[in-house]
């Protein structure tokens, strides 16, 4: 049970968490397919509503639940740090694809961008 499994390294005693009623569940799902892996992981977040800390880009939250103490801060400032990069991607994909005339959420990434 100590094992991390899949692309997500879900450590194998928390199959519950994970949405599984067994280890060995757990174990042959994460044989059968990484959509079996996210599944898992999505199961993993609301089990410990880490979703809601996700979405509302709390990232200390979602550090203090997931890590232990000596890495939290660190870690958080490494979620923050890679969704911003992953925003600033979006606005440029995003302005290259108002060169075509599609509509864009531009002030969304730009607010994101802000916090």
């Given at each position: 049970?100590?094992?991390?499994?899949?692309?997500?390294?879900?450590?194998?005693?928390?199959?519950?968490?994970?949405?599984?009623?067994?280890?060995?569940?757990?174990?042959?799902a994460m044989y059968k397919s990484e959509g079996e892996h996210l599944l898992a992981f999505v199961h993993y977040l609301q089990s410990l509503s880490l979703d809601?800390?996700?979405?509302?880009?709390?990232?200390?939250?979602?550090?203090?639940?997931?890590?232990?103490?000596?890495?939290?801060?660190?870690?958080?400032?490494?979620?923050?740090?890679?969704?911003?990069?992953?925003?600033?991607?979006?606005?440029?994909?995003?302005?290259?694809?108002?060169?075509?005339?599609?509509?864009?959420?531009?002030?969304?990434?730009?607010?994101?961008?802000?916090?």
């Amino acid at each position: 049970m100590s094992a991390s499994w899949g692309k997500f390294q879900l450590m194998g005693y928390n199959y519950a968490l994970a949405g599984y009623y067994s280890l060995q569940d757990f174990v042959s799902a994460m044989y059968k397919s990484e959509g079996e892996h996210l599944l898992a992981f999505v199961h993993y977040l609301q089990s410990l509503s880490l979703d809601e800390d996700l979405r509302n880009k709390n990232w200390e939250a979602f550090a203090y639940k997931c890590k232990n103490a000596s890495d939290r801060d660190a870690y958080a400032a490494k979620l923050k740090a890679a969704y911003l990069k992953t925003c600033i991607i979006s606005l440029a994909w995003f302005s290259t694809v108002s060169l075509f005339q599609i509509p864009i959420p531009c002030d969304k990434c730009r607010a994101v961008l802000r916090n």
